[in-house]
T-cell receptor, first 108, second 113 residues
Framework: DAKTTQPPSMDCAEGRAANLPCNHSTISGNEYVYWYRQIHSQGPQYIIHGLKNNETNEMASLIITEDRKSSTLILPHATLRDTAVYYCIVSVDDKIIFGKGTRLHILP | SQTIHQWPATLVQPVGSPLSLECTVEGTSNPNLYWYRQAAGRGLQLLFYSVGIGQISSEVPQNLSASRPQDRQFILSSKKLLLSDSGFYLC????????????FGSGTQLSVL
């Protein structure tokens, strides 16, 4: 079973920041937090991952709370092409389990 | 650069027929390999993963099996397909050791009729 809880869907206006929350209250000390997204009928695409510190790359920022029990993925300037299902995953070993994710709708 | 090939893109098979889906990775060695399935409107379900040749871990008891005959080749098989085997099958790879990101193939849409 997935170790994360995400809202089933969210809306965000185009051009605004999209903030996607994830709860992982049972995360252990050596488990990483990963984010992927899946656009319809395609394979998931890696976005970002982190352990304790906040991370930023060309796609997004990942904010992990100090107690590591939750995190937020931030898409700074959402576009229509960011419409997808976003998955938050915690993992420490080779077994990567996806949950149900959040369906993000970007509104024009 | 690394690439992952998965074929065929679509497949229609009758109930009771066999199945063989193949996935190959290029440009890397000793990858972790994964098979996922996504039923219509559902999330991704991990079916099998492999950390080396001949090493297969099965996550869900089912009508399917997996094999890794070569380092960069991962095969998903069934002797007799069921209607419930329909879905979108995705192969993925990651570098070793652990905690590396997954790279997915383009998927196979399987319809069992």
């Amino acid at each position: 079973d997935a170790k994360t809880t995400q809202p089933p869907s969210m809306d965000c206006a185009e051009g605004r920041a999209a903030n996607l929350p994830c709860n992982h209250s049972t995360i252990s000390g050596n488990e990483y937090v990963y984010w992927y997204r899946q656009i319809h009928s395609q394979g998931p695409q890696y976005i970002i991952h982190g352990l304790k510190n906040n991370e930023t790359n060309e796609m997004a920022s990942l904010i992990i709370t100090e107690d590591r029990k939750s995190s937020t993925l931030i898409l700074p300037h959402a576009t229509l092409r960011d419409t997808a299902v976003y998955y938050c995953i915690v993992s420490v070993d080779d077994k990567i389990i996806f949950g149900k994710g959040t369906r993000l709708h970007i509104l024009p | 650069s690394q690439t992952i090939h998965q074929w065929p893109a679509t497949l229609v098979q009758p109930v009771g027929s066999p199945l063989s889906l193949e996935c190959t990775v290029e440009g890397t060695s000793n990858p972790n390999l994964y098979w996922y399935r996504q039923a219509a409107g559902r999330g991704l379900q991990l079916l099998f993963y492999s950390v080396g040749i001949g090493q297969i871990s099965s996550e869900v008891p089912q009508n399917l099996s997996a094999s890794r005959p070569q380092d960069r080749q991962f095969i998903l098989s069934s002797k007799k397909l069921l209607l419930s085997d329909s879905g979108f099958y995705l192969c993925a790879w990651s570098r070793q050791p652990t905690n590396e990101k997954l790279f997915f193939g383009s998927g196979t849409q399987l319809s069992v009729l």
